[in-house]
């Protein structure tokens, strides 16, 4: 069964520091994909980056940066450079194919990021 | 492009009644799929249509139900509602053969 365990329950940073968000992963398949969402106050879980199972390469999107390890199933999340905006509760994801090729993500249990000016 | 629409926002329920939650996807998305968030649980899986049909389905009782339009509107309904219920609905969408969900803001039901 897939299972995606985020241990940061809460982050409190200073505006301007570099903030990683750890995310370690279950599967036994060989194919699935990996996410991060981000969840603001609102309630809407906004989709920030995906990773299929084959593409180890990291990637760096303006502030954002993400480090995808099969050995160590690891796939964290760094945000650069921290803003007050960037404070959310995010959360990581793991889908593998489920009947009739749907990827539907399991979830962590978020880890709450907390941005003081 | 319209983002995924949940209706009411809020609603606020009496234990024993049933509730209806409405969901409309991206134009274009066939595959909608519903989660329940709480503090104790997190966000867990309830199930998901696609083509009017119950493709996939979490561990809830048979309180939780579903079901979905030909256009791809999915409605969401739990009867004899439980003080547990109080949770945030969330929505989601997504394409065929896509692979990310993109959700709605959610409906927060709380059952008193």
């Known amino acids: 069964a897939q299972k995606v365990t985020q241990a940061q329950t809460e982050i409190s940073v200073v505006e301007k520091e570099d903030v990683t968000l750890d995310c370690v992963y279950e599967?036994?398949?060989?194919?699935?994909?990996l996410f991060w969402y981000k969840q603001p106050p609102s309630g809407e879980l906004v989709f920030l980056i995906r990773r299929n199972s084959f593409d180890e390469q990291n990637e760096i999107s303006g502030r954002y940066s993400w480090n995808f390890q099969k050995s160590t199933s690891s796939f964290n999340f760094t945000i650069t450079a921290s803003q007050v905006v960037d404070s959310a509760v995010y959360f990581c994801a793991l889908s593998e194919a489920k009947t009739g090729g749907s990827y539907i993500p399991t979830f962590g249990r978020g880890t709450s990021l907390i941005v003081h000016p | 492009k319209a983002g995924v629409t949940q209706t009411p926002r809020y609603l606020i329920k009496t234990r024993g009644q049933q509730v209806t939650l409405s969901c409309s996807p991206i134009?274009?998305?066939?595959?909608v799929s519903w989660y329940q968030q709480t503090p104790g649980q997190g966000l867990q899986f309830l199930f998901e249509?696609?083509?009017?049909?119950?493709?996939n389905k979490g561990n809830f009782p048979g309180r939780f139900s579903g079901r979905q339009f030909s256009n791809s509107r999915s409605e969401m309904n739990v009867s004899t509602l439980e003080l547990g219920d109080s949770a945030l609905y969330l929505c989601?969408?997504?394409?065929?053969?896509?692979?990310?969900?993109?959700f709605g803001q959610g409906t927060r039901l709380t059952v008193v």
């Open positions: 134009s274009g998305h066939r595959s």
């Open positions: 989601a969408s997504m394409s065929v053969g896509g692979t990310e969900a993109f």
């Open positions: 249509y696609f083509s009017e049909t119950q493709r």
């Open positions: 599967t036994r398949d060989t194919t699935y994909y």
